[in-house]
């Protein structure tokens, strides 16, 4: 457990922010495979014989705690220091979010015209620091930052970092296929493999600080636990035994009214075609919890006035030094960020498109063991094509302000940022994130039987 404090400090301190993962990319019709995390419905009917993907990394924070200038990246890359530079907007309740997503070797098939399964595998991270004393935050990392008084009053204080692992399976299918309108749906059953998982918690903790004695005066609760706190190294295992099950559920509903140029085209051609002139989905993702069994917990009771500078050093240290400690041990069970996610997308013209999407998390964000799908929604413009698809995309996300981005997908390679032109103009960003994957896909025609003699 001794690593916590810097684990959550290094969070902060770096955290950038943007919400989604591979954001602006699951709009494209083009995006196969990797769009099933966000509707499993968009297996059914896709633009793809077989999607192989190889690997696909997305990174995305979010936080209301710290902005950075972009541009002295620029200036002087080899001085920067994250901890020196930047914005803080200390506060009384601060939060964080963080996401890394790795989609490792996966694929799609189609069993039919109506049926389809995908396979897949993923390795993934999140953090939530939630409720956070900001201006605390800042007297642990300097004695000296802040040079006057506070109150502390934090409550419903929570983080949980947690890693696991997923196996899935998808299935696909359509519903209703007539004239005008068009009906899929999909569902993903995954199976959980607990990678481990750090989480402070607490109900209040109310005080003062004095800026003249530096002393902290505080009364409340304060409890860690760390299901790797038997390993030497407090790492992330895979092997620890731990799993579980969840699943993704999702529809997708199509209007389609008669497109000129898909008339001479025989039905296995049309598969190779968008048909729609608008399309709707929703879904529910990361349905599922991990159980990780005889986790310590170690519980204290926050009472008295202690030296602030005591928790400069080892933070973990200086609590059993100043108050009373009790140790549990007991099951704990993390429950999956679970989202409700909708989208919109309607095209234009022949390859020009307009979408939104956006996610609302479901959890409890009080409480404990629990992770959060930040709510967001994000707006998307783009070109597509069979070869080629660029897009520009504005987002609205939760802890952080607006940020607008760029992707591009062109053949098997695919790569973007939630926020990389929003960067380029604000000289306390609080948005960073990317994303690149490559994959080998295997399109349906494009042109009828006829046309190919």
């Given at each position: 457990?001794?690593?916590?404090?810097?684990?959550?400090?290094?969070?902060?301190?770096?955290?950038?922010?943007?919400?989604?993962?591979?954001?602006?990319?699951?709009?494209?019709?083009?995006?196969?495979?990797?769009?099933?995390?966000?509707?499993?419905?968009?297996?059914?009917?896709?633009?793809?014989?077989?999607?192989?993907?190889?690997?696909?990394?997305?990174?995305?924070?979010?936080?209301?705690?710290?902005?950075?200038?972009?541009?002295?990246?620029?200036?002087?890359?080899?001085?920067?220091?994250?901890?020196?530079?930047?914005?803080?907007?200390?506060?009384?309740?601060?939060?964080?979010?963080?996401?890394?997503?790795?989609?490792?070797?996966?694929?799609?098939?189609?069993?039919?015209?109506?049926?389809?399964?995908?396979?897949?595998?993923?390795?993934?991270?999140?953090?939530?620091?939630?409720?956070?004393?900001?201006?605390?935050?800042?007297?642990?990392?300097?004695?000296?930052?802040?040079?006057?008084?506070?109150?502390?009053?934090?409550?419903?204080?929570?983080?949980?970092?947690?890693?696991?692992?997923?196996?899935?399976?998808?299935?696909?299918?359509?519903?209703?296929?007539?004239?005008?309108?068009?009906?899929?749906?999909?569902?993903?059953?995954?199976?959980?493999?607990?990678?481990?998982?750090?989480?402070?918690?607490?109900?209040?903790?109310?005080?003062?600080?004095?800026?003249?004695?530096?002393?902290?005066?505080?009364?409340?609760?304060?409890?860690?636990?760390?299901?790797?706190?038997?390993?030497?190294?407090?790492?992330?295992?895979?092997?620890?035994?731990?799993?579980?099950?969840?699943?993704?559920?999702?529809?997708?509903?199509?209007?389609?009214?008669?497109?000129?140029?898909?008339?001479?085209?025989?039905?296995?051609?049309?598969?190779?075609?968008?048909?729609?002139?608008?399309?709707?989905?929703?879904?529910?993702?990361?349905?599922?919890?991990?159980?990780?069994?005889?986790?310590?917990?170690?519980?204290?009771?926050?009472?008295?006035?202690?030296?602030?500078?005591?928790?400069?050093?080892?933070?973990?240290?200086?609590?059993?030094?100043?108050?009373?400690?009790?140790?549990?041990?007991?099951?704990?069970?993390?429950?999956?960020?679970?989202?409700?996610?909708?989208?919109?997308?309607?095209?234009?013209?022949?390859?020009?498109?307009?979408?939104?999407?956006?996610?609302?998390?479901?959890?409890?964000?009080?409480?404990?063991?629990?992770?959060?799908?930040?709510?967001?929604?994000?707006?998307?413009?783009?070109?597509?094509?069979?070869?080629?698809?660029?897009?520009?995309?504005?987002?609205?996300?939760?802890?952080?302000?607006?940020?607008?981005?760029?992707?591009?997908?062109?053949?098997?390679?695919?790569?973007?940022?939630?926020?990389?032109?929003?960067?380029?103009?604000?000289?306390?960003?609080?948005?960073?994130?990317?994303?690149?994957?490559?994959k080998i896909p295997f399109h349906h025609r494009i042109k009828s039987i006829k046309e190919t003699f």
């Amino acid at each position: 457990m001794r690593n916590i404090l810097l684990f959550i400090t290094i969070a902060t301190i770096s955290s950038i922010a943007v919400a989604q993962s591979y954001s602006g990319k699951e709009t494209d019709n083009y995006a196969g495979i990797t769009s099933l995390a966000s509707n499993p419905a968009n297996l059914a009917d896709s633009r793809f014989k077989t999607d192989i993907n190889l690997l696909q990394v997305s990174s995305t924070t979010s936080n209301d705690y710290y902005g950075f200038n972009f541009s002295e990246l620029f200036e002087d890359i080899g001085n920067i220091s994250f901890n020196d530079s930047g914005t803080r907007f200390p506060s009384q309740s601060n939060n964080v979010y963080q996401n890394v997503d790795v989609l490792l070797p996966s694929f799609m098939f189609n069993l039919s015209d109506k049926h389809s399964l995908a396979i897949t595998t993923r390795a993934r991270g999140y953090m939530n620091l939630r409720e956070v004393n900001g201006n605390l935050f800042e007297t642990f990392q300097s004695g000296d930052v802040l040079n006057k008084d506070f109150n502390i009053d934090m409550e419903n204080l929570n983080t949980t970092a947690h890693g696991w692992g997923e196996l899935g399976l998808t299935y696909g299918f359509v519903i209703a296929n007539g004239e005008r309108h068009f009906i899929k749906g999909g569902i993903t059953g995954k199976y959980l493999i607990g990678a481990g998982g750090f989480f402070m918690n607490s109900n209040s903790i109310n005080g003062s600080y004095d800026s003249v004695a530096e002393t902290i005066t505080a009364d409340g609760d304060l409890s860690f636990a760390s299901t790797t706190a038997t390993d030497s190294n407090d790492d992330f295992d895979f092997g620890s035994g731990s799993s579980g099950f969840g699943g993704d559920v999702g529809f997708v509903y199509e209007y389609r009214p008669a497109l000129k140029n898909d008339k001479k085209m025989d039905s296995l051609a049309l598969r190779g075609h968008n048909q729609y002139r608008i399309k709707l989905g929703l879904s529910l993702t990361d349905l599922g919890s991990i159980t990780y069994n005889d986790v310590e917990v170690n519980n204290y009771t926050v009472q008295g006035t202690v030296d602030a500078n005591d928790f400069e050093e080892d933070f973990e240290q200086a609590l059993e030094d100043n108050y009373t400690e009790t140790t549990t041990v007991q099951n704990i069970t993390v429950e999956l960020p679970t989202a409700l996610r909708y989208s919109l997308d309607v095209r234009v013209d022949r390859n020009l498109y307009v979408a939104a999407v956006g996610a609302i998390g479901l959890n409890d964000s009080n409480a404990a063991y629990s992770n959060n799908h930040v709510n967001y929604t994000t707006i998307v413009p783009r070109y597509e094509s069979r070869l080629f698809t660029l897009y520009s995309n504005i987002s609205f996300v939760e802890y952080a302000d607006m940020t607008w981005g760029a992707g591009l997908r062109f053949g098997p390679l695919s790569v973007g940022s939630g926020s990389i032109l929003s960067n380029l103009l604000t000289d306390d960003s609080r948005a960073a994130d990317f994303y690149v994957g490559l994959k080998i896909p295997f399109h349906h025609r494009i042109k009828s039987i006829k046309e190919t003699f």
